[in-house]
């Protein structure tokens, strides 16, 4: 009655696989994913000039060409994989891609005003990013922002919940999963958007000085 469960699981390890294919991914991109929503939801923190920016899981650069303004800030994005970074770089010649590991990062100290994951947290377990939260209380600056945007399941919202039961990202967690990671970081606004068929929350933190422990 249900459909053969071996059948729609190979299906989805066969979209996962093509997916790992830059340019199939950087399509999917366009045609599903509304980015102008996450330039909304940010956009008091994005909207200035003379940013020092740095985007981990950059990815294809297809969110950020659509997110960051790239010719009145300076952007750096980040990911691990090497296809993706020269995916990047050729389609956003005004920004600065590398390939680098979130948990270690090789920035001098206080460089960052804004440092931003955009829909990368449920893609990696919770001690990369535990390492990577760290790593980045060395190079934000005092008063820069982390931004974080990531999927939620959404009571309600069936379409939604069968697709992220499908995503490549295993690590889909609650608001409160989430939140969790800000220990060492105080939240300054919290709050849901919509992305796509998708529920989002947002996070917008910076870290605790030491009279904020």
Not at 12 to 33: A, D, G, M, S, V
Not at 54 to 63: H, M, P, Q, R
Request: aromatic content about 14%; hydrophobic content about 40%; overall charge neutral.
């Amino acid at each position: 009655v249900g459909g053969d469960p071996t059948f729609g699981s190979e299906v989805t390890k066969l979209i996962h696989k093509l997916l790992e294919n830059p340019l199939i991914f950087r399509i999917q991109q366009y045609i599903c994913n509304n980015y102008g929503n996450v330039r909304r939801e940010f956009g008091d923190y994005l909207e200035q000039d003379g940013l020092n920016i740095l985007d981990i899981g950059c990815s294809t650069g297809t969110a950020a060409k659509q997110v960051i303004d790239m010719n009145r800030n300076f952007y750096i994005g980040m990911d691990l994989d090497l296809p993706y970074v020269r995916i990047a770089s050729r389609n956003n010649p005004n920004g600065n891609f590398l390939v680098m590991d979130g948990s270690n990062l090789g920035f001098r100290e206080n460089l960052f005003d804004v440092i931003m994951f955009n829909g990368v947290w449920h893609h990696m377990d919770d001690a990369l990013i535990r390492a990577c939260m760290l790593d980045l209380k060395r190079v934000i600056k005092r008063d820069g922002v982390i931004l974080v945007a990531e999927p939620v399941f959404t009571p309600g919202k069936f379409l939604s919940d069968f697709f992220l039961r499908r995503d490549r990202g295993k690590f889909i967690r609650s608001e409160l999963g989430y939140q969790n990671f800000f220990s060492e970081y105080v939240i300054h606004r919290q709050r849901f958007f919509n992305f796509s068929l998708h529920r989002f929350v947002s996070f917008v933190a910076s870290p605790k000085v030491n009279d904020e422990k």
